[in-house]
């Protein structure tokens, strides 16, 4: 499978714990997006990378989460002292080189904070 | 604010018939329209997508129409199948990097 891909699918955590999420990229593309999905709505964006520079990051995270890319390949979201606000689906998508809006996205990590 | 969203939020249809799904958009400047597909537990699918210098674009067994005059874009469906099943998503570009996404639509598949 040549596809985006998300690690862990699930991940069940308590109040205040940190949680990390890895997405491997499919291999050519070099823009990387984060996307947050409660349910029943769309997808709200968090933040995007080309190759390994972060260009743009959202208003909606906070200086709990963060994200890399340091080698311009796989990227990590980390959420620090997490809130049961946090529970959410996270999509991780990629493209190519040409700015269109088609994204290829992963199957997403659910997250849950007890 | 700018926002995208959807007139219903759950659509039956008859397998074989075509469906259409609606999508208003508020900002007048917006220049690109994307129709994305999600299936349960899966991440979103793009379908297809449309520039604000067309009123239509055709791909298989979909048409998007967009009208500038109202800021409305449909997504059609010919001869909706049950694979179709799924939450539609119209989405904006915004700046050069994010998608403003509407709420979705369910689209249900009668026997």
């Known amino acids: 499978d040549t596809g985006v891909s998300q690690d862990p699918r699930h991940k069940i955590t308590k109040r205040g714990q940190n949680v990390t999420f890895r997405c491997d990229p499919i291999?050519?593309?070099?823009?990387l997006y984060w996307y947050r999905q409660t349910l029943g709505q769309g997808p709200e964006f968090l933040t995007y990378?080309?190759?390994?520079?972060?260009?743009?990051k959202s208003r909606l995270l906070s200086d709990r989460f963060s994200a890399e890319r340091p080698k311009g390949s796989f990227s990590t979201l980390e959420i620090q002292r997490t809130e049961q606000g946090d529970s959410a689906m996270y999509l991780c998508?990629?493209?190519?080189?040409?700015?269109?809006?088609?994204?290829?996205f992963g199957e997403g990590s659910r997250l849950t904070v007890l | 604010g700018e926002s995208v969203g959807l007139h219903l939020p759950t659509l039956s249809v008859q397998e074989g018939d075509n469906s259409i799904i609606n999508c208003a958009y508020s900002?007048?400047?917006?220049?690109?329209f994307i129709w994305y597909k999600q299936e349960s537990g899966k991440g979103p699918q793009f379908i297809i997508d449309?520039?604000?210098n067309m009123d239509k674009r055709q791909g298989q067994r979909v048409t998007v129409l967009l009208n500038k005059t109202v800021k409305h874009l449909s997504l059609q469906i010919a001869a909706t199948q049950p694979g179709d099943s799924a939450v539609y998503f119209c989405?904006?570009?915004?700046?050069?990097?994010?998608?403003?996404w509407g709420a979705g639509t369910k689209l249900i598949i009668k026997p």
């Open positions: 998508a990629s493209s190519g080189r040409t700015a269109t809006g088609e994204l290829f």
């Open positions: 291999s050519e593309h070099n823009r």
């Open positions: 990378f080309q190759n390994e520079a972060q260009l743009e």
């Open positions: 900002n007048s400047a917006s220049d690109y």
């Open positions: 449309i520039r604000s």
């Open positions: 989405a904006e570009k915004q700046g050069n990097y994010q998608l403003i």
